[in-house]
DNA sequence: TACTATTGTGTCATATTGACACAATAATTT
DNA sequence: AAATTATTGTGTCAATATGACACAATAGTA
């Protein structure tokens, strides 16, 4: 008899996945200004959540992290960052698994292993959601875009988690440089001050942050302005990877 | 027939702890210009450890950091902040653990739960260590103070564990207050100055750092100097614990 | 050609930082 | 008591960074 894949998931996942630590993906995407979350929707309900899911035995979680998020969203070769590790003791199985179970088993058994207490550890990214398609995988109902001032209802601690990701992310514009992989490979200074202006929800001087960029020295200018745009062309800049990846280590100089 | 304390955690442990999840404390001890790491050694043997432990099902792993601490070390009231989490794959039962296992049981299981996989989340903490009186607890033969240039042989990946909370304490002096809690509840700008040296292993302008200390403007400065001392008298300096705790959670200041 | 909008860059005042110096203080030595 | 030594408080100056804003150049449109 044919199961669901989340009965063969509650039936079978504990032989592979390591009970009790999970994973939860915050994916921002941002494009025109606007800063949006990636959520999934749970099958006929109005409730979403973050696109999680428990780590395999053998695979290190940075790498649980990236599989969790390409299985449920499709999304790939995403620059994710561990950020945070929840772990209140409240945190066990849902209501999805909740309602999987019963189905499967009239003795129900609130001691499945699939909603004992578990742990779990939040990772970040920011992609450029014009540039993705999002598709949801087989046990969710929706995967979209959501505005983060018009957040659902949320599974859990989720919004918590999106808040935490959000404050993380903001502060580490202050010393670790941002948007490769991100925008085009080459792209305007108003593409890059954009980006900041989306993450930080709020507008910048076009002539400090100019300046602010050029003195970390990471990106390079093209001799060839950008044309074609109904405006003075702008220069087209792109990232020198191997300065952008030292700063990424390194930091952006101007701390203790 | 009675059982060490590790083999009963062995036989029992599974019943009130989390498998899978332990803790890991980087317990940093400052005091006269050195920086020390807390470590627990192994019995009969040279191999040494930090103060972790497992989760137990009922707590947040905030509190677990702090019970693990005080039940490995004897330190209490210590402020932990929660810097990575550690997961990857390799990270299992240690030969401890093995050993007691072989020695409770010559049928040995290494399926048992405590020498599965687990994922490490770590918390650090800055005390003054002649403050402190650790103790070890009774499973470990002793738990004394190392210099960080000079570690012994550490078990697992305690090493590279040390090394990034180390690199995270040292980033954080840019956008949080330190010295709460680890100082006497009144100071002299050269204590304090004493610690930011200790922790960023360099030597700060004395005019600038008061400087800066001051622009912070958490300081409260006593009308009345520091006196005894073999020359000048210093001013005596305590934390407004209003303004501290507010720049501990909203930052000092100047970042994007 | 004139107008409009965008971009590049410069300027100015202010703030911050690094390096260093001088004065005041207080104990010790002569 | 005076001189010396060491420490602390604070100031200064140059360099650098930052915020606010202006002007010139560019390019499409009216």
Redesign the interface.
């Known amino acids: 008899m044919n199961h669901t894949i989340i009965e063969d998931f509650l039936l079978h996942g504990h032989k592979v996945n ?4 999970s994973i939860d993906n915050v994916i921002f995407g941002f494009h025109e200004n606007q800063l949006k979350v990636l959520l999934l929707q749970v099958v006929d309900k109005n409730i979403w959540m973050l696109p999680g899911g428990f ?1 395999m ?6 790498e ?1 992290a990236a599989r969790i998020l390409k299985v449920r969203t499709g999304l790939d070769e995403v620059f994710l960052q ?1 950020f ?2 929840f ?3 409240e945190r066990s199985g849902n209501e999805v698994l909740v309602k999987a179970l019963k189905s499967l088993d009239q003795r129900y058994d609130k001691n499945h292993w699939a909603l004992q ?1 578990f ?1 779990t ?1 939040g990772y970040y990214a920011l992609v450029e959601y014009a540039h993705v398609s999002p598709q949801p995988d087989e046990i969710s109902q929706a995967c979209t875009w959501h505005d983060l001032d018009k957040l659902p209802e949320l599974l859990l601690d989720h919004e918590a988690i999106i808040q935490k990701a959000l404050e993380e992310m ?2 580490k ?3 670790q440089p941002i948007g490769y992989n991100l925008l085009s490979e080459e792209f305007t200074m108003k593409n890059l001050q954009s980006l ?1 202006e989306t993450i ?1 929800g709020r507008k910048l001087d076009r002539a400090n942050f100019n300046r602010k960029m050029l003195s970390y020295e990471i990106l390079d200018r093209k001799e060839k302005h950008f044309s074609g745009g109904a405006h003075k062309a702008p220069y087209l800049y792109k990232f020198n990877k191997k300065k952008y990846f030292k700063a990424l280590k390194s ?1 952006l100089g101007r ?2």
Chains 1, 2 share one sequence.
């Open positions: 390591l009970p009790g630590i780590v035995k053998k695979e290190h979680i940075d649980a561990q945070y590790t772990g209140q003791p207490r742990v550890v903001r502060l514009l202050n010393f900041y930080l930091g701390d203790f």
